[in-house]
């Protein structure tokens, strides 16, 4: 235990816990499940990431510097893209990779500056063990949101193609056309977030309400700066999805408003 009263895991113990990695490897094998891979792969990812960004977060929380943590967030932001276009299973054309760059820089962004200068309001506002921690979780939230809004979109799109260019037949325009199916995509984008707000506090304490209290902060500071996190993320999700969607459905259409997908 450190001078602070936390608990400090020993090595041979944070060792143990990947016994859940072995069980679930074993379940898989099992079931015939073919993700053993997968596993391991995200499994050592995991491992090497985190101690890569925890020896570097110690230095830049020890250097705070405007730079450095407009640094962090560029390269949060450019891995946070990178991993939405590896996750859609199918080739994107350069107008849909655009919507998604333009969505996760300024869906994110807007909702980082607002909930940092009005909601926090930490000084400088560059400080890093605030400006990080909550980017990253603003960014992997709208992250999630903006793939499974696209997964959604493009099945939709795919599926229902008929029943689409028969609404275009009929007169209706490609944004009515494809209403049902892009207010479907953002809903699947923001439920696990909402989820999330119906569980929390009861069926579950969140990580970052849980890490504060193993820290020493009082149970109701850490509720404070959940219930804002929280908030931080919905909005941060539905102003990334809901810009990603009016950019987006528009590049499945010719200049004459036929389906083009």
């Known amino acids: 235990m450190d001078s602070k009263g936390i608990i400090d895991i020993e090595l041979w113990r944070l060792g143990a816990a990947y016994l859940f990695v072995i069980i679930l490897l074993l379940i898989v094998k099992w079931r015939g499940i073919s993700r053993e891979r997968r596993i391991i792969i995200a499994t050592v990812r995991m491992t090497l990431q985190l101690v890569l960004a925890g020896y570097v977060l110690t230095y830049i929380f020890d250097n705070p510097h405007p730079l450095l943590s407009i640094g962090f967030l560029s390269l949060m932001e450019i891995l946070a893209i990178r991993t939405i276009f590896k996750q859609l299973d199918r080739k994107l054309n350069k107008k849909i990779k655009l919507a998604i760059v333009i969505s996760m820089v300024v869906g994110p962004l807007a909702a980082l500056l607002y909930f940092n200068g009005v909601v926090i309001h930490f000084q400088p506002w560059y400080e890093p063990r605030y400006f990080i921690p909550i980017a990253g979780m603003i960014i992997g939230n709208a992250m999630t949101g903006i793939t499974l809004g696209m997964k959604t979109l493009l099945e939709g799109l795919t599926n229902e193609r008929d029943r689409i260019e028969g609404a275009l037949m009929l007169g209706a325009t490609p944004s009515k056309a494809v209403k049902r199916y892009t207010d479907r995509a953002f809903d699947s984008a923001v439920l ?15 990580g970052m309400m849980t890490g504060q209290i193993l820290a020493g902060i009082s149970p109701m500071v850490a509720i404070e700066y959940q219930i804002a996190i929280l908030l931080g993320i919905l909005g941060s999700v539905s102003l990334a999805v809901i810009l990603f969607i009016l950019l987006a459905y528009r590049v499945f259409f010719t200049k004459e408003a036929q389906l083009d997908i």
């Open 192 to 206: 696990p977030t909402l989820n999330n707000m119906l569980g929390m506090g009861i069926i579950f304490l969140p």
